[in-house]
Nanobody, 120 residues
Framework: QVQPVESGGGLVQPGGSLRLSCAAS????????MAWYRQAPGKQREMVAA???????NYSDYVKGRFTISRDNAKNTVYLQMNSLKPEDTAIYYC??????????????WGQGTQVTVSS
C-alpha cells in the first residue's frame, strides 16, 4: 500500500497560520474518510480533524474554530488550514484514512508526517 505524503509544516510564531497538504494514492483516497492526526513529544497520537468522502467534517475540541480540513477529490489531496496557532499545537502531523465506525481510528500505513513547531 502506498503511503500518504504530508507537507507544509514548519516553524511559525504563536498566532500564525500554516496550511498542510496530504497527497494520497487513489486507492487510499477514493471513497474513504480521511483525517489528520498529530503526535507531540511524549504523547499519544491523536485525531485532529476528519473529513468524509462527502466532505462532512469533524474536529477535536482542541482545534475547533481554528483549523479547517478540506479535500480535493480530483487531486487525491486533503488539506489542513491551521490558524491562530498555539505552542501546544507543536507536533508531527500525519494524515491517514479514518474509520467512521470506530471513532476515526486510523487505517492503513503511516507516512513520514510533517513537523509543525509553534514558537516565538
Amino acid at each position: 500500500q502506498v503511503q500518504p505524503v504530508e507537507s507544509g509544516g514548519g516553524l511559525v510564531q504563536p498566532g500564525g497560520s500554516l496550511r498542510l497538504s496530504c497527497a494520497a494514492s487513489r486507492s487510499i483516497f477514493s471513497f474513504y474518510a480521511m483525517a489528520w492526526y498529530r503526535q507531540a513529544p511524549g504523547k499519544q497520537r491523536e485525531m485532529v480533524a476528519a473529513i468524509t468522502s462527502g466532505s462532512s467534517t469533524n474536529y477535536s475540541d482542541y482545534v475547533k474554530g481554528r483549523f479547517t480540513i478540506s479535500r480535493d477529490n480530483a487531486k487525491n489531496t486533503v488539506y489542513l488550514q491551521m490558524n491562530s496557532l498555539k505552542p501546544e499545537d507543536t507536533a508531527i502531523y500525519y494524515c491517514n484514512r479514518a474509520s467512521l465506525s470506530n471513532n476515526y481510528a486510523p487505517l492503513g500505513s503511516w507516512g513520514q508526517g510533517t513537523q509543525v513547531t509553534v514558537s516565538s
